[in-house]
């Protein structure tokens, strides 16, 4: 098969023939239809974050069909459209049992998305409606990492919400911040040009970072917010968080900064600021995605923005690293250029 391999930090991929993925005992391979280019992906291939093994395929945002099954599986068949977590557990351990693979000791990832075939664990798979097209189900990954940081906040009916970054995540933030009741959600970002697509996922109001961002928050939302969803990832907007907030209010971080990222606790004390960490998601969030979608609440598709194919991506993601206005590429492993 034809996969875009990675060479060593900052790099650029190549495309490569090589050996087609066999499917273990509970795996299944899927032939890629979409796969989504996310930041982490930018991280473990720049050398400045945690990087990937040299000579892999990357690739977590992805959807295919089943074309051949391992030993033991049961309730997944040869032709169904399928998305799946990109990791895999012991299958014995409480955060395996529930549905949580990412929390097991022994988990491994399941990637290799930028490829035209690759494996995935079938206890971690999500069976796609007929009616969701193919970038609906590489949507998924990205969607359900907004759900659980939403719900992670703890989130009343009515709350004013704040979401830091207007990237894909934020976007899937603001989506289920509207879709779980919120009140007025407003977005800020260093840049206004996704100002459009912030208002089209559910935000009532875009205001950008700079002087006197906290008074114009406050005013668009009617008071401080009571939950501020960090989901930009750089260094000092945990802080900016913690100003952000009402007092009392929760912070809860999905950006994944790679980096020591200060932040002043006697501020967070003094408003008595809870602070929490979201990682990824678990198998009911997952699912729960892709109900939504089916459900027809298909504001995510607006996030993308190009869908390329193999020969073409090694060049785009160096643009990407380089700064692009591109907001979610897909790539078709099967794309003629």
Not at 96 to 110: H, I, K, N, R, T
Not at 193 to 212: C, I, K, N, V, Y
Request: hydrophobic share 45%; with cysteine; charged share 15%.
């Amino acid at each position: 098969m034809r996969a875009a391999v990675f060479k060593g930090p900052g790099q650029p991929l190549v495309i490569e023939t090589i050996a087609d993925p066999e499917p273990g005992a509970g795996e299944a391979v899927i032939r890629v239809q979409r796969c989504g280019v996310c930041g982490t992906d930018l991280n473990m291939t720049s050398g400045h974050g945690m990087d990937a093994p040299l000579n892999s395929v990357i690739g977590h945002e992805y959807c295919g069909e089943v074309v051949a099954l391992g030993a033991g599986v049961e309730g997944l068949k040869v032709g169904q459209f399928v998305t799946a977590m990109p990791a895999t557990g012991c299958g014995r351990c409480i955060p395996c049992l529930s549905g949580f693979p990412l929390g097991c000791a022994q988990m491994q990832g399941m990637v290799g998305g930028f490829g035209e075939y690759m494996r995935i664990a079938v206890a971690s798979t999500v069976i796609l409606p007929q009616s969701l097209s193919m970038a609906d189900g590489a949507l998924v990954e990205p969607v359900a990492v907004g759900l659980r940081g939403v719900r992670l906040s703890g989130m009343r009916p009515g709350a004013r919400v704040a979401v830091l970054g207007a990237g894909a995540i934020g976007l899937a933030s603001i989506y289920w911040a509207r879709l779980l009741g919120a009140g007025r959600i407003v977005a800020l970002s260093r840049s206004a040009r996704r100002a459009d697509l912030s208002m089209e996922m559910g935000a009532s109001g875009f205001e950008t970072l700079g002087e006197g961002e906290a008074e114009r928050l406050a005013a668009a939302l009617g008071g401080m917010p009571e939950v501020v969803l960090e989901c930009t990832g750089a260094v000092g907007m945990t802080q900016k968080a913690i100003e952000l907030v009402a007092p009392g209010g929760t912070v809860v971080s999905l950006g994944f900064c790679t980096s020591p990222d200060p932040i002043l606790p006697s501020l967070a004390t003094w408003k008595e600021v809870t602070v929490k960490f979201s990682f990824a998601y678990n198998l009911t969030e997952f699912q729960h995605s892709v109900d939504m979608l089916a459900a027809g609440h298909v504001e995510p598709r607006a996030m993308v923005s190009k869908t390329v194919g193999l020969d073409e991506f090694p060049a785009l993601l160096e643009q990407l690293r380089a700064g692009s206005n591109e907001t979610k590429v897909h790539v078709d492993p099967w794309a003629v250029a």
